[in-house]
């Protein structure tokens, strides 16, 4: 791998790795509130590298949740990574067992979302992803180390740096809005979510929504098929 | 670092790396059921707007829709708005923590 490979890699991956900064330091801030050393929060940072569900972690560990029910929420938050996985197999084919670990490893949304319209073009390789990746999962690591430091220095309200989470879950519950059946099952999912917190109190409640409302959406879906199929004849 | 971190940090690496990397490994050779990678699409929004809902429809442990005094409300419909222009996690996220800032001082 050139010195032009790696450019072209890095050269991709910039406005990536200037939003994965500043998620990145607001990331360490709530790590660091909830108690995770910085050491511990760049181990995470190296061995987990999902933003989302890092953030999550620090929210959850706050309002006192079960070690298993934080890992099951975040089972649930990454099952998304299975579709752009799938989706992006095709593109590293007849690679090592090793190779595909790590390209596995340092597929984070951002890094799937560039690489996948790059893929498009003819002149994007597996190892220009790879470096891309590499690049932004560096800068990740290193700028929630920084939001750890940061923490520890300074007082920050983490009430307001708990709500970039809840922003950034809305941002990414607008994402997914592809066709009107999503934006249904959104709504469900909120009606039953917070039927089920105040049924159950407890975190539980966003795993039975969410399964529920994957559900009713997909049954949205396919009955809308085959009245589609049907008003065609 | 403390061992409960510890086996916390293993157990999410675990399901953060599985789900990124079995796909991968298998589905260059094989492919799921059309009908199980359906059904898997709408996961994400279901998981996020769950999350979402049981965060701010909530103030201090209780169901709350007054937006005087559960400040999460007011900020998320701005965002939402934001968002759907933007489609931005960093716009996102900036106009929501000023929002929230803002307010809190009013508040």
């Known amino acids: 791998m050139g010195n032009t490979a790696i450019l072209k890699g890095l050269k991709a991956g910039l406005p990536i790795m200037a939003s994965y900064t500043a998620l990145g330091l607001a990331c360490g801030i709530v790590l660091f509130d909830a108690g995770f050393s910085v050491m511990s929060i760049f181990l995470m940072s190296l061995l987990v590298y999902a933003g989302a569900a890092q953030f999550l972690a620090g929210s959850m560990v706050v309002l006192g949740a079960s070690v298993p029910s934080i890992i099951l929420m975040v089972f649930f938050l990454n099952l998304r990574h299975i579709l752009m996985a799938a989706s992006i197999s095709k593109h590293v084919k007849n690679k090592s067992v090793g190779f595909l670990a790590l390209f596995g490893h340092t597929l984070s949304d951002e890094s799937f979302g560039i690489n996948y319209s790059n893929f498009q073009k003819d002149n994007w390789t597996v190892n220009d992803a790879i470096v891309t990746n590499f690049f932004n999962y560096s800068v990740w690591a290193v700028s929630t180390a920084l939001g750890g430091v940061i923490g520890s220095q300074f007082i920050i309200n983490t009430q307001i740096m708990n709500y970039a989470l809840i922003a950034m879950f809305i941002c990414m519950m607008v994402m997914q809005f592809v066709s009107k059946t999503y934006i249904i099952t959104a709504v469900i999912s909120i009606v039953l979510s917070v039927f089920f917190t105040l049924l159950l109190k407890h975190n539980i409640a966003l795993v039975i929504a969410t399964l529920l409302a994957s559900m009713i959406g997909y049954y949205i879906e396919v009955n809308s098929k085959r009245t589609g199929v049907r008003s065609n004849d | ?107």
């Open chain 2, 1 to 107: 670092m403390t061992s409960r971190s510890f086996i916390l940090i293993i157990g999410m690496a675990a399901v953060t790396f599985l789900p990124r990397f079995l796909p991968l490994l298998f589905l260059s050779k094989k492919e799921i059921s059309p009908s199980f990678s359906r059904w898997m699409t709408y996961i994400p929004v279901s998981v996020f707007a769950a999350l979402v809902a049981s965060d701010v429809f909530f103030w201090e442990g209780s169901f709350s829709l007054q937006p005087d005094e559960n400040i999460k409300l007011l900020p998320s419909i701005i965002v939402l708005f934001i968002a759907l222009k933007t489609k931005s996690l960093l716009w996102s996220m900036l106009t929501g923590i000023i929002a929230i800032t803002l307010l809190s001082l009013m508040v």
